[in-house]
Nanobody
Framework: QVQLVESGGGLVQAGGSLRLSCAAS????????MGWFRQAPGKEREFVAR????????YYRDSVKGRFAISRDNAKNTVYLQMNSLKPEDTAVYYC???????????????WGQGTQVTVSS
């Protein structure tokens, strides 16, 4: 079992930045692809970014490319999402998740955090 706990959400003005963190505990973090997803009110959960175990491969949804950066520190069992140039449409609950496969589909992720709220005001 892997437990994931997100932190770093909050209220920020458009154009501002936030850094989300996701700390993993429990069984080994080793080998898991880590992903960030988000869900806005009334919308389905959507993929934001993912990073492979080695950190050598990252992938982003088009709307966040060039603004968001995912990274991980395996020694600390932590994954990060640096979010810059935030827009009101980025407002959502952000979730981190862990998968044994490399995927952008929520259905392929085995473990989920409880989420952290990000609100971007215009």
């Amino acid at each position: 079992q892997v437990q994931l706990v997100e932190s770093g959400g909050g209220l920020v003005q458009a154009g501002g930045s936030l850094r989300l963190s996701c700390a993993a505990s429990g069984r080994t973090f080793s080998g898991y692809t880590m992903g960030w997803f988000r869900q806005a009110p009334g919308k389905e959960r959507e993929f934001v970014a993912r990073i492979t175990w080695s950190g050598g491969s990252t992938y982003y949804r088009d709307s966040v490319k060039g603004r968001f950066a995912i990274s991980r520190d395996n020694a600390k069992n932590t994954v990060y999402l640096q979010m810059n140039s935030l827009k009101p449409e980025d407002t959502a609950v952000y979730y981190c998740a862990a998968a044994r496969v490399v995927s952008s589909s929520p259905s392929n992720y085995d473990y989920w955090g409880q989420g952290t709220q990000v609100t971007v005001s215009s």
